[in-house]
């Protein structure tokens, strides 16, 4: 079973970072590829943002965020990060964390993911 939780969202002003992370108090994190998705508001769709393969050798970003995030995974801690440099006021969404069976190059839209988190919101101000 995956039971997984984010934290670390807040406000940030433009141009500054946030790190979020995502903690699985299951016992099968390490066999999971996981992603980061968000979610703007005015009811857009949620939106591929990042994944990682199980072993954390493998991942892929969306355009948007390239150069600017960084995921990554402590499959020791059970727990996946998000790195969050260079921040614009469009990155203001919902951030969800999700474990998904497929490999990381087939984990970049939401129909891969099995289980979510609840979200953190993240909010960045100009």
């Known amino acids: 079973q995956v039971q997984l939780e984010e934290s670390g969202g807040g406000l940030v002003q433009a141009g500054g970072s946030l790190s979020l992370a995502c903690v699985d108090s299951g016992h099968t994190f390490s066999i999971y590829t996981m992603g980061w998705f968000r979610q703007a508001p005015g009811g857009k769709e949620r939106e591929f943002v990042a994944v990682i393969g199980g072993g954390g050798m493998t991942t892929y970003y969306a355009d948007s965020v390239k150069g600017r995030f960084t995921i990554s995974r402590d499959n020791a801690k059970n727990t996946l990060y998000l790195q969050m440099n260079s921040l614009k006021p469009e990155d203001t969404a919902v951030y969800y964390c999700?474990?998904?069976?497929?490999?990381?190059?087939?984990?970049?839209?939401?129909?891969?993911?099995?289980?979510w988190g609840q979200g953190t919101q993240v909010t960045v101000s100009t």
């Open positions: 999700g474990a998904s069976r497929y490999n990381s190059a087939n984990s970049r839209s939401e129909g891969r993911y099995d289980y």
